[in-house]
């Protein structure tokens, strides 16, 4: 059975960080690209940031650049996204994905508020 299970969101203040970790299991996780997604309130999914099978190469979206980062360790089957420096408009639901050829699957998310 495949799984994606995101954990460590939660409430932060500004300025503050938080690491996001997403487990993945019931798949061979070493072959797919992941990614993390958000969405808040009223907006469309959006993509965060990703990276290649082997962790070689990264991406994010202009907002997160030089706040986030991406990561993964293809021996615990999980990725990773550290957020440091938080802002208010970070707040959403954060979803991993997994991608390989024409295949997909997400996580079910998790939530990151960041408010004073």
């Known amino acids: 059975q495949v799984q994606l299970v995101e954990s460590g969101g939660g409430l932060v203040q500004p300025g503050g960080s938080l690491r996001l970790s997403c487990a993945a299991s019931?798949?061979?996780?070493?072959?797919?690209?992941m990614s993390w997604y958000r969405q808040a309130p009223g907006n469309e999914r959006e993509l965060v940031a990703s990276i290649t099978r082997a962790g070689g190469s990264t991406n994010y979206a202009d907002s997160v650049k030089g706040r986030f980062t991406i990561s993964r360790d293809n021996a615990k089957n999980t990725v990773y996204l550290q957020m440091n420096s938080l802002k208010p408009e970070d707040t959403a639901v954060y979803y991993c994905?997994?991608?390989?050829?024409?295949?997909?699957?997400w996580g079910q998310g998790t939530q990151v508020t960041v408010s004073s």
């Open positions: 994905k997994a991608s390989w050829s024409f295949v997909t699957y």
């Open positions: 019931g798949f061979t996780f070493s072959i797919y690209a």
